[in-house]
């Protein structure tokens, strides 16, 4: 069994106009979610091997927070997340290294959203991926090359904004 953290990016700021939709950072508040969900995931032992990130600055950032002073080595790349579809979800994280158990893919709506609904088979159903949220899909496989649809469960879903609500 392999597990996968889907995260969409926290917050951004859209108060620069000039700034293009892949150049724009997180605002106060996705910074703040961004590091309260990292310190969740670590908390509830959720964190991690390996990140593929859009390359967008609202995603990368928040998987540079997310990440605090762990490792970088472990985060990489793959362009075609921004914008990201389906199909590239599932052609970035074929890409994983076998030994790794857990990973990350950290992008955007709604190509997540859409993502998590077909691995875990729900149809058109969609799983509510706001800013900030990272859902914990378990996949019945034994390599990430054979990701699929219908292969896998939702465990859980961790939402920094709900997070801070609690704190």
Not at 48 to 63: Q, V
Not at 68 to 91: C, Q, R, T, V
Not at 116 to 126: E, F, N, P, Q, T
């Amino acid at each position: 069994m392999k597990t996968l953290l889907v995260i969409r990016h926290a917050k951004s700021d859209h108060s620069n106009s000039h700034l293009s939709d892949f150049e724009r950072p997180l605002n106060e508040r996705g910074i703040e979610e961004a590091k309260i969900l990292g310190k969740a995931l670590r908390k509830a032992q959720l964190f991690p091997e390996y990140i593929l990130s859009s390359p967008a600055k609202r995603a990368l950032d928040t998987a540079k927070l997310i990440l605090k002073k762990k490792n970088h080595n472990i985060l990489h790349l793959w362009e075609d997340l921004y914008p990201g579809s389906i199909d590239s979800a599932f052609e970035a994280i074929r890409t994983i290294p076998e030994h790794v158990h857990m990973a990350a893919l950290i992008g955007h709506n709604p190509a997540l959203e859409t993502f998590v609904a077909k691995l875990i088979s729900r149809g058109d159903a969609m799983v509510r991926l706001t800013t900030a949220t990272a859902a914990v899909v378990d996949l019945q496989i034994d390599r990430w090359k054979e990701a699929e649809s219908d292969n896998a469960s939702l465990r859980l879903l961790f939402s920094g904004k709900i997070i801070r609500s609690w704190l």
